[in-house]
């Protein structure tokens, strides 16, 4: 499993709870003779957040499901049933609380020595990869997986007030994952990405004498509260992190690799470089 991505065993979407969870949420909010612009006023999202919640089309952020409740004077119970809805296609389950952190976060940091990120895969690389895996997919698994990942990536073109920052080891392009036509798909991609305002990519080149993340890779963000977190991810789990001593032990660790990586300039001309040596 790679980048919150399941093996074996997908689960189900679980759009009739989200719906149900929705359909509460409004009939408490019409209880209390609030229109949804009010409603978002209350607890500080938008009003289309607020249909979006209500007509089961987006997960609730835990900040809205907390804010709801002392809204609604709703002790708990919200967040009991918010708790149910931590189930999405093709996600594996201690994935599942950053992707929803990921949704609303307005910085988000990621270095990757391993593969390519799903927020930057192209759907043949990501195929490759859901097919290498072991136990293997079935084609039903498959399909779900893909659907999840680009659900995630609509998040670069859908959050353009979202800093994203991006550092690639240079050999995860010379590997040719999927041989040369993908490594062309996905090298032509990661340069259309990087022209986006709110997207800072960064290559880590092959010979480093100094590299701050021999450790492995990492994530970071920050919330629309101005909080901190961090993510780690192994073969068969990840480490969600939120005790500020090591959120900042690793945030000193991207800063310096940032100025350890090819600037954004000269990491677009290696990419065009080795785009063309395909």
Known sequence: MVDGVTGTGGEPELSDSLRTFGAVVQGLRERAGLSREEFGELVRFSKHTVASVELGRRMPDPAFVERAEEALGMAGVLQKAAGRLERQPGLAAWFRRWAHLEAA????????????????????????????????????????????????????????????????EEHLFLRRTGGAEVTRELIDHALEIAELRNVEIQVMPLVRKSHAGLHGPLQLLETPENQWFAYLEGQQSGQLINDRKVVSVLQRRYARMRAQALSPEDSVSLLRRMRGDL
């Open 105 to 168: 976060a307005i910085t988000l940091y990621t270095y990757e020595c391993r593969l390519v990120p799903g927020l930057l895969q192209t759907e043949a690389y990501a195929r490759q990869l859901f097919v290498d895996e072991l136990p293997p997919l079935s084609d039903e698994q498959i399909e779900a997986q893909w659907a999840a990942r680009a659900e995630r990536q609509r998040l670069l073109r859908e959050r353009p007030n979202t800093a994203f920052s991006f550092i690639l």
